[in-house]
């Protein structure tokens, strides 16, 4: 697969934006995030909390490490997390706020897929770990709710972002590279375990 | 003992691990980079591993946010103080946490209240080895949810598998192992390997491996050559960093063994991501650096 360039992929984030995206392709994601993982994106998922609503953000599993204090926030380090411990929130909030654009760390599961064709989202994924080079991209941090930041630090954090780099690798009709990637591999490992007997 | 020296020293080895990943390391992410494909994924996603890895060094920021498990083997001369020892090693971690080095990375078993320090019962893991020199060598390993999460232990023989307890039941499970963790793991990976011992000191022994530079190869000859089949079969299955397709799902791997029980053949496999923190440093008796290590 040639990649040339990335595509830009820049907020307000809609069903248009995302829908000819192929699995594969490199995209170039600007503009507003929601950051979010663990208990916060469990409690940002439930009905009860609030968040200034936003039309067209992405959310990005992840939670930064940012020092700082009363509303004084840099982000040293931001790499996502791994998306599959929390599936079942993701697709939640994919519902919740009309998320088009999910970016995470590894493989979701055949429910995200659905979630992905039912509501024309795509999930990208960054290189895991790599949290100085998305750092290095956001502008600006704030917390969602900045009188408990220091507690939860979990997030849900506003960014805005200059340039992150990711992989499509669930697309808009729900298809998965992670899916036909495990399907490959176990053909592989077939074919070595006849050749080595 | 004069903790406050101690402290600064060890300060500085965990700031060093945090932000500089280690030569070995990242010359074998150069190597991994040419077996790809120009223009593919796979050589995208190994760029951003080394520009994320060179940042970091230059803007002195945690390589990675996944802080992890700080892991410290010590080996101590007989007669040092090794209570006194441990407080300097939380009391560094403390700092180096409060500065941003460390994330606030440890939280209470039950509750998951969280811990303002990393400082806490079993945390950091603090192991220490008497050893025959005067000097105090001290090695740390940070190894992140992600990459422990994807940790696995087998008991031979395995049906499901069709491993049996002999070499090529060994290659069975660590390939499986390769191809388990392949999408939620940090790949290209390090693998740590035990064969043998029990599921405590098996999994502790894989994880030991880590101390290995990238490159090395066993000297037990049985397990050197398993070593380097495991590699080899590893790049054939197109996994590739991140599971993205490719030839380089693994960095390396290092396999150990202990004695075991007759019946019962465990295989303990560690898995490492690409972003492995490891740096260490002796230490004079008194806690003044004699030097760094990898």
Redesign the interface.
């Known amino acids: 697969?040639?990649?040339?360039e990335p595509i830009s992929l820049a907020s307000p984030f809609t069903s248009e934006k995302v829908a000819s995206l192929k699995l594969?392709r490199?995209v170039a994601i600007a503009g507003s995030l929601i950051a979010c993982r663990g208990?916060a994106l469990t409690a940002l998922s439930a009905d009860g909390v609030q968040l200034r609503r936003q039309r067209g953000l992405g959310l990005y599993h992840?939670?930064?490490?940012v020092?700082g204090r009363n509303g004084q926030w840099r982000v040293?380090?931001?790499?996502p997390?791994?998306s599959?411990r929390s599936e079942s929130d993701l697709i939640a909030l994919i519902e919740r706020f009309r998320i088009h654009v999910v970016i995470g760390?590894?493989?979701l599961g055949a429910d995200m897929c659905r979630a992905c064709a039912a509501r024309s989202c795509v999930y990208l994924?960054t290189?895991?770990?790599?949290?100085?080079?998305v750092?290095?991209a956001i502008r600006s941090v704030t917390h969602a709710n900045p009188a408990r930041a220091a507690q939860e630090?979990d997030g849900p954090w506003m960014l805005e972002v200059e340039h992150i780099?990711a992989?499509v690798v669930i697309d808009a009709n729900g298809k998965s590279?992670?899916r036909r990637?495990?399907l490959?591999?176990?053909r592989?490992?077939a074919a070595?375990?006849s050749s080595?007997? | 003992m004069r903790t406050t020296y101690w402290e600064k020293n060890l300060y500085e080895l965990i700031r060093r691990t945090s932000i500089s990943l280690p030569t070995d390391v990242e010359n074998a992410l150069k190597r991994a980079r040419r077996l790809e494909a120009a223009g593919s994924s796979a050589q995208w996603a190994i760029d951003s591993m080394l520009s994320n890895a060179q940042q970091a060094r230059a803007e002195e920021r945690p390589l990675c946010s996944d802080t992890g498990t700080l892991i410290f083997y010590c080996r101590v001369p007989a007669g040092i103080d090794t209570n006194a020892l441990s407080a300097s090693i939380r009391a560094a971690v403390a700092r180096a946490t409060r500065d941003g080095y460390l994330r606030q990375n440890t939280v209470d078993a039950i509750s998951g209240a969280k811990y303002r320090t990393n400082v806490a019962h079993a945390s950091p893991v603090i192991l220490f080895q008497h050893g025959a020199r005067k000097t105090v060598d001290v090695r740390l390993v940070m190894k992140s949810a992600s990459s422990e999460n994807e940790g696995r232990q087998y008991s031979l023989p395995n049906n499901e598998l069709g491993a049996g307890a002999d070499l090529e039941g060994f290659r069975e499970c660590i390939l499986d192992a390769v191809l388990q963790s392949q999408t939620n793991g940090g790949g290209p990976a390090i693998l740590g390997v035990c064969i043998g011992g029990d599921r405590a000191t098996g999994y502790a022994h894989s994880k030991i491996q880590f101390l290995h530079k990238l490159g090395y190869t066993t000297r037990v000859k049985a397990l050197g050559r398993l070593e380097n089949a495991v590699l080899r079969d590893s790049r054939k299955l197109d996994i590739g960093p991140m599971g993205l397709g490719g030839k380089s799902a693994l960095l390396d791997v290092h396999i150990g063994s202990l004695s075991r029980l007759p019946s019962s053949v465990f295989v303990s496999v560690s898995y490492m991501c690409w972003a492995f923190r490891r740096r260490g440093a002796v230490f004079g008796p008194g806690g003044g650096l004699k030097h760094w290590l990898y």
């Open positions: 697969m040639p990649k040339s594969g490199r208990d992840a939670a930064p490490l020092v040293c380090s931001a790499g997390s791994v599959m760390q590894g493989a994924q290189i895991g770990l790599a949290g100085v080079e750092a290095q630090e780099e992989i590279l992670h990637a495990q490959r591999t176990r592989n490992m070595l375990r080595g007997k």
